[in-house]
């Protein structure tokens, strides 16, 4: 069993930047691929960024060049460094993770296939 815990939402100005973090728990996902998620109301869940065993990364084109993936193996955790936040990007942010070492994409965004684990969310809002 691995649990994940998101924090570092909060609002911020259209322009601004944010950190989550997403820490495990339980079983180490120090060799799994970790994921980040958002939905936003009224909307369906959509795919953000991957990391795979190695320290790969996608992202979805939506975010390429604004949010970066990172991973701490020795606290269990990864990141999601959001730079330029955008109107668009408001939602909650989930990280998710399952037991593979690769990451599941279509197109360079991640999928929810095969996502065994999921954090409870953080909030991020952007004001215009």
């Known amino acids: 069993q691995v649990q994940l815990v998101e924090s570092g939402g909060g609002t911020v100005q259209s322009g601004e930047s944010l950190r989550l973090s997403c820490t495990a728990s339980?079983?180490?996902?120090?060799?799994?691929?970790v994921a980040w998620f958002r939905q936003a109301p009224g909307k369906e869940r959509e795919g953000v960024s991957c990391?795979?065993?190695?320290?790969?990364?996608y992202s979805a084109a939506s975010v390429k060049g604004r949010f970066t993936m990172s991973r701490d193996s020795s606290k269990n955790t990864v990141y999601l460094q959001m730079s330029r936040l955008q109107p668009e990007d408001p939602a909650v942010y989930y990280c998710?993770?399952?037991?593979?070492?690769?990451?599941?994409?279509?197109?360079?965004?991640?999928?929810?296939?095969?996502?065994?684990?999921w954090g409870k969310g953080t909030l991020v809002t952007v004001l215009s």
């Open positions: 990391i795979n065993k190695s320290g790969e990364t």
């Open positions: 998710a993770t399952d037991t593979h070492s690769e990451c599941s994409v279509v197109d360079s965004t991640p999928i929810p296939y095969g996502m065994a684990y």
């Open positions: 339980g079983s180490t996902s120090a060799y799994r691929a």
